[in-house]
């Protein structure tokens, strides 16, 4: 075969040509059937002329049509394991063999066509991983003995310093270096605004940077980004297969064997029985005509179908909420949750510090002491010192130039301004050098924010002092988390956390969670687990929400792992069944309606096409409806399931991201 006739053949049996060729079959069906109908006597010979031509066109569509069912049917044979691709081929063999091309046209249009449509539905469906896999640029400037070169970013190394302009797609994970911006990772994270970012700030491949120059050191390579992580296991997702779907697959094959000896034993009774039995004659070709019809609307196309296409219009439409499900096994698992363990500190809260007030002692003038504090916490980088320093830079505070700079280990730091000390740390470090008759105030009111689970950071100068009140702050969503899970049908909920029972009490207080264990270690929470799972085994599964950081053995645990790990965090990727890509617990709950209605979906196919296969296979045994009525009965069903299937990726998607 020359290689043009090879291209043709190629292009003739894709995936993409199924579509235009159904559509030649359809049309060569319907204009050869409306030919042989043109029987008009005043035409003369030329009324048999077209008759002709027209059975010529039928039979011309009957190939058309043969031209990927043969393939399919001849692949599956080969392997041994023939299906339904065969069950069509065979029916629609059989029917022009007794005289009804026609027939035999219809069925290989409709399957051809069912399965054109499936193609394009399966491709929208996994349009997400397209889309992904189109974000990366085709070059990367890296800076080279003070010169930017472009390079391939395949060829960036962990260490390599790039630039990324205004309207540019990041190359690969790294860290920003130089340069403000705002970050578009909507395609990655759902996240409906951009994110602002600076110096020090993670970015990651895929993302685009909106408006201003950044200078980036790469984290990693591109081959081991963040975004190939995801599209890794995104693929691997769409290739797994729900348990309801693999028990389908195991039973394909008997299934189609047994459905050829039913159309055989068929054939058998109506030609040699039927007139003893009954007393009503049946010619062979009439026999022959109902079993072929029985073979075909037995096929089980619409079941085969039914889940495989539900399950990829809903893993679509999670990756579309910023949601990644590792597969079909994990959407089932989560469809039955009924039982949630949620972590404290990552998961509920951002596990990051924040000021959330602070009290001055009377007369003290706040406007002159904020840009000494700030002078002061800009230089150190402890946590309590850098969530100081971002509060005081949300107000505006511009820092004091400090004449002295000094550490004191585990208790805080001492300066000088204008030739006076002043002093932040704990209260105990602080306290003695704040004016005697203010200190009672102070201590008191450092006493009030532990009890309610805070922590405190004291400033004294000049014997006035400031006390800043600082807490792990709740994540977004954490307000609603509670409501929003019993409104998914999950029936208790219960925080397990290493933290303190003070401040386990007061978040467990603040978001409505009645049942809470604190001071745990990693052991122990497992341990918990452990119990609750056995306890809730005979009614529903028992989830886990956790940060994916140090929660992996305890998403290991569960049923199903849900982890608030972001993008670039390894071991969510790694150990969680389900990973909420940008951190909003509002996506939790979601997820959980959302596999839901997945699995509703699936069940309305599954019916659906069990009830079209057993009615039409009823009909067509008794003869109730020709073999034409039976094939579009049949390929309608099919087609319907897919349209149904769709139905999900309208599904309305979270408060987050809607």
Known sequence: MTSPARTLAAKLFSDEWQL?????????L??????????????????????????ALVWLSLLLGAIHGVKAAIESIAELEPNIDVLMVVGAGLAALIGHPGEGALLLFMFTLAGALEHRALAKAKDAVERLSKLMPNEALKRVNGTWIPIAPEELIAGDVILVRPGETIPTDGVITNGVSTVDQSTLTGESLPRPVDPGDQVYAGTLNENGALEIEVARPMRESSLQRILDLVIEAQGQRQPIQRVIDHFSTPYTLSVFAFAILTLIYFTFFHERFTGHE??????????????????????VIATPTATLCG??????????VKG??????LAGVKHVVVDKTGTLT??????????????????????IVLAIEERSTHPIATAISKFLHTRG???????????????????????????????EYVAPRVNENMRGRIEGEVQRVREQGGITAVFAYGGEAVVFALADTPRPGAEHFVDDLHASGVESIVMLTGDSRLVAEKVAKELGITEFHAELLPEQKVEWIRKLRESSARHGRLAVIGDGVNDAPALATADIGLAMGGIG???????????????????APWSIRLARRIRFVMYQNLIFALLVITTLAVFALIGWIPMGVGVIGHEGSTLIVVANSLRILAYAGPPAVR
């Open 328 to 333: 079909g096994d994990a959407l089932e698992r």
């Open 397 to 427: 505070v511009k820092p004091a130039a400090l004449d002295d700079f000094e550490m004191v280990s585990g208790k805080g730091i001492r300066a000088k301004w204008k030739g006076e000390e002043a002093h932040i740390g704990t209260v």
């Open 569 to 587: 965090a390894d071991a969510a990727l790694e150990t969680a069944d389900v990973v909420i890509l940008h951190d909003d617990l509002r996506v």
């Open 315 to 324: 893993l679509n439409r999670a990756a579309r909420g910023g949601l990644l």
């Open 350 to 371: 951002t596990g990051q510090i924040a000021v959330t007030g602070f009290e001055t002692s009377d007369g003290a003038d706040i406007e002159a002491m904020l840009p």
């Open 30 to 55: 319907l204009v050869g059937f409306s030919l042989q109908q043109l029987v008009d006597d005043s035409l003369g010979r030329w009324a048999q002329g077209f008759h002709d031509v027209g059975h």
């Open 20 to 28: 235009p060729i159904a559509l030649a079959t359809g049309v060569s």
């Open 282 to 303: 049946m010619t062979f070709t009439d026999a022959a005509y109902r079993a072929i019809t029985l073979l075909i609307v037995a096929s089980p196309c619409a079941l």
